[in-house]
């Protein structure tokens, strides 16, 4: 069940770490006399719902004490809206500060503006501050707040509608992110995965309930900017498993998903013919018109992985006559991360009918070495059709300087995602809830993508629109000053990873725009202190921040692994089995509710909601944005991006493409 709402104690202005005490709530006469002892003990709250006494947390009904220490009991419909506004003070009444960096008289005169009296009491000794509360006059005259020992800081976990000022400290922010809640909105994915042919994939029903979902969740927070950006794309979809069979030397069937796969936007037919290789054992076989001269029409081209994207290789072979395509690993990695499968992509920009697959690298060269003959079945569809982008900004915030949070929310065709990206959509929905009521100082908007499983398509798309209103206006992705993206954060057999915004490590394969480091060392500060390892995570093209990244837009990321093999050295390091993948289900119909790692989970979480709000507070760690945006960006080439030493990009999204 969803945690409730909760108030608790705290100290000082919003940092990194603000730390949490424990206090008691007590209401007073606003008469000195000696009867004030004896009002003291009397347990009236003069705030919004809840009361904590004795470090109990339970809701009340809203109250209110008179002079004469009798309670009087209303609610929200009786508009008392002092009652509603936050505070923030520290011991000392000289260092009191509310969220502007002023001291508590000036900050609270400015605040309560002719609707609150505030009188600061001198009281060393006890450490009181009063307030007087100016309620009208057909109520009560005064309503005196007395805060004891460690001051006490009125906030609400959870979206509240009648607290519309409410400022976190990111230590309340993190307390307020619970496991709990990130999870109670996977199971509702999973749900939707369970009532639409286990999956949630981008032009099918099941994204289109998960956008729903979350629809319903941030209009319940209070949102009230909800925007579905819709855009076009093809659909490809795996209509029966491929076959793939030898007749000559011997009969021999393949596995589907153990030998080959299906490539992503292969074409859909049945070749039977001899295998030709081409250009074998060359790191860049079939990538040159003249790789194919000899090649017998009507053969299958067996083609090794490597030099040249996936999709030139197909249209050379189809060029040159070939009845299908059968594209083999590489080997060329020593920990044999090249040798097995992987879901490779022709991308939406094929527009040839032959069927092509994907198989390991022992198989490929025993095909290349041999006389063999195959037959290749795929049975495949690819449609025009439409989805949409999901965006919420909060009201407050400037509008020229918005701080964005984003995940994918659509899985592959092949199960619920609720790993890959339910994790992450559910994160930065859960902030996006606490984050509802948040007086803000830059704008905050929240995006979960579509079709990102085949491609980047949405966050590209929406990148591309905000270019070319920038062409216009001069404004639009200036705007932005940093995006954070979350794509798988609670691997079960995880890693903390960071996006290496500064390329510490080297592996970075596509440009990190100024101020990614200064993100980076952001998650560093917070792992750190949460006495957690991390190491870096190389940026490229593998997920929706990579649009922002060839955009010049400062971005910054978390991720704990997916296919990638967990060494001996990482296992000693976060635990789990060394040898395994950090997913073993990824993009696998068991990529279910129960693909999790808590811990990873919740610690990411907040990490998630951290990063929020530090941001949407302030952004004045981060250079200039205007200096960065990248006028050479074309979204329409984006299969055919190259690195910044040359080379060519491996990846679009979580599909190789070369």
Known sequence: MRTQSCFLVVFAVISIWSSIVSGKKKLSSSDSSDDSSDSADVDCPCFDGYHLDNDDLYPLDYYICSSDDTQTQFTTSDSVSCVNLPYLLSDDASDNFFRFGVTTEEAHTDLFAG????????????????????????????????????????????????????????????????????????????????????????????????????????????????????????????????????????????????????????????????????????????????????????????????????????????AAGASGVIIFNDGAAEDGSRDGLMTGSLS??????????????????????????????????????????????????????????GAHLDSVAAGPGINDNGSGSAAILEAAIQMANVDVTNKLRFAWWAAEEIGLIGSTYYVEELLGAANNTGSDILNIALYLNFDMIGSPNYVFHIYDGDNSDGNNTADTPDGSAVIEAFFESFFAAANESYKGSAVGADSDHFPFTAAGVPVGGLFTGASAIKTEEEAEIWGGDAGQAMDPCYHQPCDDYDNNNDHALDVNADAVAAATLYYAMSTEDLDAMSAHISAAFQPAAMNMITRSDGQREERLGHFYIS
């Open 115 to 318: 609707r609150c009296e505030i009188e600061v009491l001198d009281a060393d000794s006890e450490s009181y501050v009063e307030y007087t509360l100016g309620l009208s006059d057909d109520e009560l005259e005064a309503c005196t707040l007395v805060i004891q020992e460690s001051h006490v800081y009125q906030a609400v976990c959870g979206a509240n509608p009648n607290a519309t000022n409410t400022q976190l400290t990111l230590d309340l922010i993190t307390t307020c992110m619970t496991l709990e809640a990130v999870r109670e909105h996977q199971l509702a994915l999973q749900e939707i995965a369970d009532a639409n042919d286990g999956q949630r994939a981008s032009g099918y029903s099941g994204y289109d309930e998960s956008v729903a979902y979350i629809v319903a969740q941030l209009e319940a927070a209070g949102y009230t900017y909800i925007e579905q950006q819709s855009f076009d794309f093809t659909l490809f979809s795996v209509n029966d498993n491929a076959t793939l069979i030898q007749l000559i030397p011997s009969a021999v069937e393949y596995t589907y998903l153990v030998d080959f796969t299906t490539m992503t936007y292969s074409g859909s037919g049945t070749a039977t013919a001899m295998v030709k290789a081409v250009d074998f054992n060359s790191s860049t076989s079939g990538c040159d018109e003249d790789d194919f001269d000899d090649f017998p029409a009507g053969n299958i081209a067996l083609i090794q992985r490597g030099g040249c994207y996936f999709v030139t290789k197909v249209e050379l072979a189809e």
């Open 348 to 405: 939406m920009d094929y527009t040839g009918n032959l069927p092509a697959v994907f198989a390991t690298y022992q198989l490929g060269v025993e095909w290349a070495t041999s006389e063999v003959v195959m037959s290749l079945t795929t049975d495949t569809t690819r449609t025009q059709t439409s989805s949409v982008n999901l965006l919420a900004e909060t009201t407050a915030g400037d509008e020229e300087n918005v701080v964005m949070v």
